[in-house]
């Protein structure tokens, strides 16, 4: 890398991991979390942002090299084909479903029935292979079939590919232009799963009020699937947090919020900050009478996206003294507003959330696809002039923490090794060449199952 | 408050259901049956724009709503279900297919006593027009979850007008993005900031009153 760049991805991502951690760094950071303006900026369609990775790479580097006071540009978003070798049926595409220029949608409908918690709570990965993949993924309704068996070879290429292009985008974004992620790695809250892509909306609702148990005892045995995965997509150096949208906490009441939606939640977060990461979630819609919960996690390690609905100066004084804060401009601003009441916006938000750091800028976890570029420019201008705090310190990435990935009660793995072993009767060579590549494939296959939950 | 209406206040399912049958068996008329559900579902709207209930408590109702006039429809004979306070054409815009913040408004219009046609997800502006020619209605509800449907929202809006439809005519747009700053912007009449909020909107311009400052905002 040339050493300009790496001058410059190393102050980016220290200012934007101080202001996580809540130390002192030079500036704001502009950071939000996908960044659906640097898309479409040079005037690609949303198709070509999921179907052409060569396109949506050359319009990002584009974007970084006319706004090169941005600190972070996601990219995990999805690599489409790999929806389509499986037919999954919860999104709908731009440019196979909808207008080539729309936003891809999600589809909820009910995969899981009402009477199902049982079999998904004795034995999820059975569960998911009998009742739930064949529902969800259009390509696997025959499960036995020639057409069902390829299309599950071929989702499983497509992961492969899906990390290959995403990293290659990591390194050339870090290597040509000095950018950082601002996550890696994805997860939902358990009760999340559960609502989005199971019960639906409806279905999940009627469950709290008319099986909470099974509700959460669901809940519950989610926690590890859901680290799991998490822990497996996530940056092996642990620069950048792992993401979590939470989608449906905002429609609970505190009592429901607390029984149903937190316990689980909190317990994969803790796993993945005792394995030494920190989280970006994202709150969505108002979280205000929730986000107090976020003061029983260690100081520093979640970054809260607060959403257009939520008030960020209460989030300030209820929970910023003790995690980052990120948001302050709805998309509105973006997209209606003028650069003075951008600039005005700005200079209040510095001047208030921005004291004492721990506060990055941006909108409702996003900036949105029609902002106007003249809105984003002085968005830009204006942390310049109000976001500067101590501009002596010298923004420097911190080294990868320790940490201890916890035991999980049971490998995730559907064929575990000692079980492949017995059926060999033993091996005659060195064991260890053996099993570490067969428990590799096992926990990628395992992965790739779960992935479609999220 | 009536027994049944607070049983489905209270979000007691089993109690409304068998509140329900036995006043079936009495022989009360399901026109009063839906009476007393309506004045519940009011009493669980009050209690949503007070902060003590939440949407999933909002949805719930409306789910043993639904239950309960499954139930009555065969009685109906045809009937109406009383008279109407009015009708209401909604629906989300094209290029949005969410649908969630729309049914809800739906099922406490209808809860209160309003003739709703519900036009779906994706609906262009022209069905919109149509639908308020055929209808006759003098409320527009638009929603929408995405931030990139500003524009339709406003195009809606002009089409409204482009049809000669804009002074009998009330738009309310609600969802997510929405906000004073989006209303001004497409140059609808209200923003309904929730469900609830909305409904009252559609009380007041039927009632013949103008509710306050273009907006309604829920009390915090």
Redesign the interface.
Same mark, same amino acid.
């Given at each position: 890398m040339a050493e300009d760049m790496k001058k410059l991805f190393d102050e980016r991502l220290g200012r934007y991991q101080a202001a996580i951690a809540l130390e002192p760094t030079d500036r704001v950071p502009i950071a939000a979390g996908s960044n659906y303006f640097a898309e479409v900026y040079t005037g690609n369609t949303n198709q070509e942002t999921i179907y052409d990775p060569e396109k949506w790479l050359q319009a990002e580097l584009s974007f970084c090299r006319t706004f090169p006071e941005i600190d972070v540009l996601r990219d995990n978003r999805i690599w489409a084909p790999a929806f389509d070798a499986v037919g999954l049926k919860s999104y709908?595409l731009p440019g196979r479903d909808l207008?080539p220029t729309?936003?891809f949608?999600f589809?909820e409908e009910e995969y899981m029935k009402a009477d199902e918690y049982d079999l998904l709570i004795a034995d999820p990965v059975q569960f998911l292979f009998d009742r739930w993949l064949p529902r969800i993924l259009g390509e696997l309704k025959e499960p036995g079939s020639v057409r069902s068996s390829i299309a599950i070879l071929k989702g499983g290429m497509a992961q492969v590919m899906t990390g290959q292009i995403m990293r290659n985008r990591t390194m050339v974004l870090e290597t040509e232009v000095g950018m950082p992620q601002p996550m890696a790695g994805f997860f939902l809250a358990p009760f999340d799963v559960l609502a989005d892509s199971m019960r639906g909306? =409806?279905g999940i609702?009627?469950d +709290?009020?008319?099986q909470p148990e099974k509700v959460v005892a669901a809940c519950e045995k989610l926690v590890e699937e859901v680290a799991n995965t998490a822990l497996a997509l996530a940056d092996p150096l642990k620069r950048w947090p792992i993401f979590v949208p939470t989608h449906k906490a +905002?429609?609970?009441?505190p009592e429901?919020f607390d029984t149903f939606y937190w316990p689980s939640f909190k317990k994969v977060m803790d796993i993945l900050i005792d394995a030494g990461y920190t989280v970006r979630a994202y709150l969505e819609?108002d979280w205000g009478l929730h986000w107090r919960h976020m003061l029983e996690l260690p100081k520093g390690k979640v970054l809260c996206d607060i959403d =257009?609905?939520g008030d960020i100066f209460k989030a300030k004084k209820d929970i910023g003294h003790h995690q980052c804060l990120a948001g302050g401009i709805?998309?509105?601003?973006f997209?209606?507003?003028t650069p003075e009441e951008m600039r005005e916006q700005v200079k209040l938000l510095c001047e208030t959330v921005g004291q004492g750091g721990g506060y990055i800028i941006g909108g409702g976890c996003n900036f949105?696809?029609?902002t106007k570029p003249e809105n984003f420019r002085a968005m830009i201008d204006a942390v310049l002039e109000y976001g500067l705090y101590d501009t002596h310190v010298k923004p420097r990435p911190k080294t990868a923490p320790a940490g201890e990935v916890r035991a999980f009660r049971y490998p995730r793995m559907v064929t575990p090794w000692d079980k492949k072993r017995a059926e060999l009767g033993g091996v005659t060579g060195d064991e260890a060449l053996i099993r570490k590549p067969w428990e590799m494939l096992e926990a990628m296959a395992y992965v790739w199952l779960w992935q479609w939950v999220l | 408050m009536d027994e049944l209406a607070q049983a489905l206040r209270d979000?007691n &399912?089993k109690k409304v259901y068998d509140l329900v049958e036995e006043r079936i068996t009495r022989g009360v008329p399901a026109v009063e049956i839906i009476k007393a559900c309506n004045e519940g579902m009011v009493a669980v709207g009050e209690l949503f724009s007070t902060c003590r209930?939440?949407?999933?408590?909002l949805?719930?109702s409306a &789910?043993i709503l639904k239950a309960v006039m499954k139930r009555l429809e065969p009685l109906l004979q045809g009937g109406r279900e009383g008279p109407s306070a009015g009708a209401v054409v909604i629906g989300t815009v094209k290029?949005?297919?969410?649908d969630?913040g729309k049914n809800i408004v739906t099922t406490l219009l209808r809860g209160s006593g309003f003739q709703v046609i519900d036009l779906g997800v994706d609906v262009a502006a022209e069905r919109f027009v149509s639908t308020l020619k055929e209808s006759g209605a003098r409320v527009l509800g638009l929603s929408a979850l995405?931030?990139?449907t500003?524009p339709e929202m406003k195009n809606v809006v002009e089409a409204v007008a482009a049809a000669g439809l804009r002074d009998k005519v009330k738009v309310i747009i609600g969802g997510?993005?929405c906000?004073e700053?989006?209303r001004q912007?497409t140059g609808a009449d209200y923003y309904a900031q929730d469900a609830v909020a909305g409904v009252s909107i559609c009380r007041e311009i039927y009632a013949g009153g103008t509710p306050p400052g273009g907006t309604q905002q829920k009390e915090q």
């Open positions: 709908k207008p729309d936003q949608q589809v909306l =409806n609702f009627m +709290c009020f008319r +905002c429609f609970l009441s429901q819609g =257009n609905q709805k998309d509105s601003q997209i209606l507003g949105p696809y029609t | 979000l &399912e209930y939440f949407i999933s408590q949805i719930f &789910e290029g949005d297919i969410h969630i995405l931030n990139f500003y997510t993005p906000n700053q989006v912007f």
